[in-house]
């Protein structure tokens, strides 16, 4: 999984939840990944605003 798909996979929950809880906006999103993932943080963060562009998560932090 490389950071494009986990970004897609957060926001994919984050919509859901969003939707259950009746949220019309997401400020925030802590995620916590396992070291040895080799994920770059500064890439998904940068995939994550991209994908979440006209979501309940646009401009999350």
């Not at 970004?7 to 906006?25: M, P």
């Amino acid at each position: 999984m490389d950071e494009r798909e986990l970004a897609n996979h957060v926001l994919t929950i984050v919509d859901q939840t969003a939707y259950r809880i009746s949220a019309r906006r997401i400020l925030g999103v802590h995620l916590s990944v396992g070291g040895r993932r080799g994920f770059n943080l500064d890439r998904l963060h940068s995939v994550f605003t991209d994908v979440s562009r006209g979501t309940v998560a646009e401009g999350a932090r």
